[in-house]
């Protein structure tokens, strides 16, 4: 193993022996130097070496936490707002989950509804 990958997992086994709660975050600079690491000697011999999951590993990669922070006020959600139907239902006509877990049902059959399904079909898919 490189110098440096050995450095590196010792790096996360001190890191891990001083934490304080079993799920606490990766300090931002030891998980940079993982990613610099992962850009040297490939993200598979990083995570073997460091235990820190490959996706992580990633340029631009982030994990929960390390995101942009929105600005004060600005909703996490996207709303859409559809004219009434002639004859409202209870019972949506279609109800799609996407793999990030986002629900949508559509009560109404209409055109914006049906592009709104393909659309969200074509992103990724849905479930």
Do not use: C, I, N
Not at 26 to 48: I, S, T, W
Not at 68 to 94: N, W
């Amino acid at each position: 193993m490189d110098e440096s990958l050995v450095g590196l997992r010792a790096a996360f086994d001190a890191w891990r022996s001083r934490k304080q709660h079993p799920r606490e975050a990766v300090p931002g600079a030891l998980l940079e130097r993982a990613r610099a690491a992962a850009r040297r000697h490939g993200a598979a011999a990083v995570a073997r070496a460091t235990k820190v999951e490959r996706g992580r590993l990633a340029l631009g990669a982030k994990g929960p936490g390390e995101g942009e922070v929105t600005a004060a006020g600005a909703p996490a959600y996207s709303r859409l707002e559809m004219p009434a139907s002639k004859t409202p239902t209870s019972r949506p006509f279609a109800e799609v989950e996407t793999p990030t877990g986002l629900k949508v049902r559509l009560f109404t059959d209409t055109g914006e509804a049906l592009g709104l399904l393909s659309a969200l079909f074509g992103v990724g898919g849905a479930r």
